[in-house]
């Protein structure tokens, strides 16, 4: 199975439309490499990963089709917007957990943490 047959199948098993699969797999990836790697959001490494996988399947979309001039501007349009969508979010993820990690883990303020204990000990 070629690798447009393979996204075509995909496509049409999952139906989701071709862009909301690259915001998908975009983000499937950096997971799954953190995971693997066992590296955080915030290294850049499996962003690399997702940059990496992205501008291959630009590759193999523009070997798979052959066209003409006019076809080709079309199609690195639609390579843009490919690459975009796969990513965006994870642009997002590395920029929020490099830089505001709070965001992600939630953590209390020093004053609200100081509130909370007051209001947990016993009153004499």
Do not use: C
Not at 1 to 14: R, V
Not at 22 to 30: K, R, S, V
Not at 60 to 72: E, H, I, P, Q
Not at 78 to 83: G, L, P, Q, S, V
């Amino acid at each position: 199975m070629q690798w447009y047959e393979l996204k075509n199948w995909l496509e049409l098993s999952t139906g989701l439309d071709r862009d909301a699969l690259h915001i998908y797999a975009g983000i499937g990836i950096q997971l799954v490499v953190a995971l693997i790697l066992r590296r955080s959001l915030a290294s850049p490494v499996p962003w690399g990963f997702v940059m990496v996988a992205a501008f291959a399947n630009e590759y193999f979309d523009y070997t798979a089709t052959s066209g003409s001039l006019a076809g080709n501007a079309a199609l690195y349009e639609e390579a843009y917007r490919d690459i975009w969508n796969t990513l965006l979010l994870p642009s997002l993820f590395l920029m929020i957990a490099r830089f505001w990690p709070n965001w992600l883990i939630g953590k209390a303020r020093s004053d609200e943490k100081i509130d909370m204990l007051q209001n947990d000990r016993p009153r004499s």
